[in-house]
């Protein structure tokens, strides 16, 4: 079994179905030794999260919707990687985005849920440089949302 899978499977994550784009764009494009993933939100499937955080969405939540987008972007990881995440070299950038409310300034926790996972998936290739900014609304309501560049191979 390729590294990542068994790596996966040693934490119990089973990654969800590719999520589909909302709008007009693609869910990645590879420049290079690059790989752009658009962002993705806190689906997982059963409707996802969403709300604002702060208000109607928990901090707890909160995290577990930004891991949720981490397990999203590992699917479209694999895709775009031909089902091979061992062509994975490193998560280069994360950028975080948390539908936030007006009293809620614990944005950068809250992405640790993604940032996280891409460590412990990873290891050390994992680390990644990272933005995490609190917005007003995010689309279709979803609590998170995160896109991510990835050098492969």
Known sequence: ??????RLAELGLILPELVAPFATYVPSVRSGSQLYISGQVSTDGRGGIKGTVGEDVDF???????????????SQ???????????????VKLGGFVQ????????????????DL??????????HAR????VYKLPLNFAVEVDAVVEVR
């Open 100 to 115: 936030a409310g007006p009293e809620f300034y614990d944005v950068p926790k809250v992405i640790n849920g993604c940032s």
């Open 131 to 134: 933005s995490a900014v609190g």
């Open 60 to 74: 707890d939540t909160a995290v577990q919707a930004a891991r949720v987008c981490g397990l999203n972007l590992l």
């Open 77 to 91: 990881m694999k895709s775009a990687l031909d089902g091979d995440l061992d062509r994975v070299v490193r998560v």
């Open 1 to 6: 079994m390729p590294q990542i899978e068994t």
């Open 118 to 127: 891409m460590v412990e998936v990873f290891g050390d290739a994992g680390r």
